[in-house]
């Protein structure tokens, strides 16, 4: 059974610094998503990671993955309060035919 | 703009009511999916659909069906709603280069 572990669950940064999320799972993977959720929206498609040392940015968002550890890490750098949402990450099961399992969600919350 | 739509955004309805949560989309996928997701919270696959005529239950058990008759058509019904099927909803279709979400449907039962 494959399962997605994130963490943290809950973030609070202040606006200017740092922060990697985790994203592990258990299985082999196809591959790995990134999504951006506010409060009582749909998600927002971030990034698509295919293969190992894969590295995709977009703006102060920089996600990558490591297959052989099976990890993916989404780094943000100089936070702003535009950023504060939930990060969810997800993964299709190898040889699924493509059913997402999700992580928890990272809620992050930036402040001034 | 959306190339999955998801009617209604809001619904509020008593309890024992039936409802159908529809879901459409305009690209061509076959596959198409329904997910359960309460505030804040982890996002559960309910039913799954790989093409016309096929539907699958998914991880997590639901008390809704899904009907797939048409490739760009999923909508989801609950025969007798609860309080405990107040959730949000959000349906998924997926392509080649990944996954399209609608922008969901919330449910609340009173």
């Known amino acids: 059974e494959l399962k997605v572990e994130q963490n943290p669950l809950f973030l609070s940064m202040q606006e200017g610094k740092n922060y990697t999320i985790y994203c592990n799972y258990s299985t082999t993977s196809d591959r790995l998503y990134w999504y951006r959720q506010d409060p009582g929206k749909s998600l927002e498609s971030l990034f698509v990671?295919?293969?190992?040392?894969a590295v995709k940015q977009e703006g102060r968002l920089m996600a990558s993955l490591d297959t052989k550890a099976r990890l993916s890490t989404l780094h943000i750098t100089a936070a702003v309060h535009d950023l504060s949402a939930t990060y969810f990450c997800?993964?299709?099961?190898?040889?699924?035919?493509?059913?997402?399992?999700f992580g928890k969600g990272t809620k992050l919350s930036v402040k001034p | 703009e959306a190339d999955i739509y998801q009617t209604p955004r809001y619904l509020v309805i008593g309890t024992g009511k039936k409802i159908t949560l529809e879901c459409s989309q305009t690209m061509g996928h076959d596959k198409m999916y329904w997910y359960q997701q309460d505030p804040g919270m982890e996002l559960h696959l309910i039913h799954y659909s790989y093409g016309v005529n096929s539907t699958e239950k998914g991880d997590l058990s639901s008390e809704s069906t899904v009907s797939r008759i048409r490739t760009e058509h999923f909508p989801l019904t609950l025969e007798s709603a609860r309080p405990s099927h107040t959730s949000q909803y959000l349906c998924a279709s997926r392509g080649y280069y990944g996954y399209t979400f609608g922008s969901g449907t919330r449910l609340t039962v009173v």
């Open positions: 990671l295919l293969s190992n040392g």
């Open positions: 997800a993964v299709d099961m190898a040889g699924s035919q493509g059913n997402l399992i």
